[in-house]
């Protein structure tokens, strides 16, 4: 893939996400209380720094990162940075993922042909749930993005290399 279509992609990727019409992600807040009753955004039990492991059921390529704190998410996609903002939703609809900003590398065409179905997948995401960590397996965030049925499913673990 050419860098000129890897960045008329990402460009693409953030007007389609826009600005404060991002994909919904529902969770609770720590202490129980809902997003509109703080004036900052508040610590979820998504926040940290994750590692992706499977793509929808497939090994996931290395060193694909998201980070979520501070109202916000950044990451790696593999070859690019990538950046946004979380907003407070509803009680009944969680937060919403922002528009999704990228760097514009290059770094071969299946390298960048991955990144761009991860960040495509992370403009998607619907749903966002925490598996907590049992017996020798660690906590997992898992991630539902798509529209047709069955969602695709990212799913991660945390970073141990922040």
Not at 12 to 29: D, F
Not at 55 to 73: Q, Y
Request: hydrophobic fraction near 40%.
């Amino acid at each position: 893939m050419s860098a000129q279509r890897f960045a008329a992609f990402c460009t693409a990727l953030m007007l389609i996400s826009g600005t404060g019409a991002g994909q919904v992600l529902p969770v609770a807040t720590d202490s129980g209380t809902t997003a509109t009753e703080r004036a900052s955004p508040p610590r979820t039990a998504l926040d940290g720094t994750w590692r992706l492991i499977e793509i929808d059921g497939h090994a996931a390529p290395e060193g694909v990162t998201l980070k979520l704190a501070d109202g916000g998410f950044s990451g790696r996609g593999g070859c690019n940075r990538y950046f946004g903002t979380i907003t407070p939703g509803s009680e009944a609809d969680g937060y919403h993922f922002g528009a999704i900003g990228a760097t514009r590398m290059s770094c071969g065409d299946a390298i960048d042909a991955q990144e761009m179905a991860f960040l495509k997948a992370l403009a998607e995401v619907v749903r966002g749930d925490v598996m907590p960590a049992s017996a020798g397996h660690p906590a997992q965030l898992l991630l539902h993005y798509g529209t047709a049925r069955p969602l695709g499913e990212l799913v991660f673990e945390p970073a141990t290399d922040n």
